[in-house]
């Protein structure tokens, strides 16, 4: 059941690359968070890597890419906290099923009245895509299998969350420099109609950061490792909770774990680490 009265910490992170993560200092920030289901994308390692890094305490779900070196995602829950009920690897068509890139977990948890519901967590990595290559036609074959997946995940559970590095930043305020973005990759028109589906009335999930955040600039989640990006915040807001809405209610605080140096960041996301809780605190 959910831990600590009802209050679940849930992270998620594109590491860049599990080991490289880990040797710039994963480790500390991961033993200070104090997270219950940590969601990891781009972890780009064999299975017992991810195993040998996190160690014993945690349960965990991996998809490893086919393509050695590229994607990989993963659910990780600490076992004295959660145990999944359930888990499937895949978002369900054949197409992607061995590209490390949709995993999913189902936990029995507890709403406010002491009911037993079932929360359902996924770790995705959209493709980053490229206009004009086959790249960008498999992105858009990505999500419009989310446009399927992700009300068929609401109609079997309680809960339904979907994090995870999407890889599109939905309106001008999650591109520091949107306009000078419309026409790439990660910021294309027919890109964020997506996103206005997934958060529409047709899908009808919820932008948890962004319901937190209100009407800000970011809090952007990745920046690029070249030039003066992370000094200057020109950052991309591309890493999201997307959760259904019972789920979005009980979300109480949204932080993005940014870095306090360019030289102290262990991958070029920023953790996006979301409380929520499900049953009220004794």
């Not at 507890?110 to 036609?137: I, R």
């Not at 930043?169 to 997506?194: C, Q």
């Not at 209100?214 to 809090?219: D, H, I, R, S």
Request: aromatic share 10%; net charge negative; hydrophobic share 40%.
């Amino acid at each position: 059941m959910a831990t600590q009265n009802g209050h679940l910490r849930i992270a998620s992170v594109n590491v860049n690359g599990i080991r490289a993560a880990y040797k710039r200092g994963m480790a500390e920030w991961l033993a200070a968070r104090d997270v219950d289901i940590l969601c990891l994308q781009e972890v780009r390692a064999p299975d017992a890597i991810v195993h040998e890094f996190l160690g014993d305490e945690w349960h965990i779900l991996h998809a490893e890419a086919e393509a050695k070196g590229r994607a990989g995602v993963a659910i990780a829950t600490r076992k004295d906290r959660l145990e999944p009920t359930a888990t499937r690897v895949g978002i369900g068509e054949d197409y992607f099923a061995t590209s490390g890139r949709w995993v999913e977990a189902d936990y029995a948890v507890k709403n406010g009245d002491g009911e037993a519901k079932v929360l359902t967590v996924v770790s995705a990595y959209v493709h980053s895509g490229e206009v004009d290559t086959p790249k960008q036609v498999d992105k858009y074959r990505f999500l419009d299998t989310m446009i399927t997946r992700l009300p068929a995940m609401a109609a079997a559970s309680d809960y339904a969350l979907v994090v995870g590095d999407l890889n599109v930043g939905h309106t001008t305020l999650d591109i520091k420099n949107w306009k000078g973005n419309v026409k790439r990759a990660g910021f294309l028109p027919e890109e964020r109609a997506y996103f206005d589906r997934f958060f529409g009335d047709e899908v009808g999930y919820k932008d948890v950061a962004r319901q937190l955040a209100g009407e800000v600039e970011g809090p952007y989640t990745w920046w690029s490792w070249r030039g003066q990006a992370f000094d200057n915040n020109t950052g991309w807001r591309i890493d999201y909770h997307m959760a259904n809405p019972a789920l979005a209610d009980a979300a109480v605080t949204a932080v993005v774990d940014r870095a306090e140096t360019w030289d102290t960041r262990f991958s070029d996301h920023a953790p996006l680490v979301v409380d929520y809780q499900l049953s009220p605190a004794k």
